[in-house]
């Protein structure tokens, strides 16, 4: 739960917040909420050929609501 009440969910299954498996979302200082993208679906051992993991890894900023 977050400083404004709010409680942010993320769906990996669904993508929530556009995003391809979100992960460790946090609330900054600055009240935005800030979430990775972690890739660990395309790690090598969920693949028969190995890592699927793309560079560049993904941090979003998600701005606080006003």
């Known amino acids: ?19 391809r498996r979100p992960d460790s979302p946090t609330e900054g200082s600055d009240g935005a909420i800030y ?3 972690s890739q660990i679906q395309d790690m090598a051992q969920y693949h028969e050929k190995g890592s699927a993991r793309r560079e560049p890894y993904g941090l979003w900023r998600v701005p606080p609501a006003r």
């Not at 739960?1 to 995003?19: K, V, W």
């Open 35 to 37: 979430v990775t993208t």
């Open 1 to 19: 739960m977050y400083r404004a009440g709010n409680l942010t969910i993320t769906s990996p299954e669904d993508n929530a917040l556009t995003l």
